[in-house]
């Protein structure tokens, strides 16, 4: 399995970035996704996860009602819809692929077998 993560810039607070992650392997449809991010000296950190079917998400406290993940699993990709940025996202943003269709844990990096390159998200106040 193969992750490409794209669509990182910068952009001044309050404006949007969509993420996307595509996949390739045929196991893509059957395992939950997620995305993290790291700041320069930070640990990666858990921001939004969706399970294979798109029914049930999650996401991280610090952008709920901003961050809006979704799936097309006709294209193999994950999305990261980022809205009303704010200059503490900046970071480099991967996305993850699950063991499994849904666990608990899949706000932990252990979840996830396989990770994208990153693609860098840099928000100006």
């Known amino acids: 399995v193969q992750l490409q993560a794209s669509g990182g810039g910068s952009v001044q607070a309050g404006g949007s970035l969509r993420l996307s992650c595509a996949a390739s392997?045929?196991?893509?449809?059957?395992?939950?996704m997620g995305w993290f991010r790291q700041a320069p000296g930070k640990e990666r950190e858990f921001v939004a996860a969706i399970t294979w079917s798109g029914a049930t998400t999650s996401y991280a406290d610090s952008v709920k009602g901003r961050f809006t993940i979704s799936r097309d699993n006709a294209k193999k990709t994950v999305y990261l819809q980022m809205n009303s940025l704010k200059p503490e996202d900046t970071a480099v943003y991967y996305c993850g692929k699950g063991r499994q269709q849904f666990s608990s844990s899949w706000t932990s990096r252990d979840f996830y077998n396989y990770w994208g390159q990153g693609t860098l998200v840099t928000v100006s106040s």
């Open positions: 392997g045929r196991a893509f449809i059957l395992d939950a």
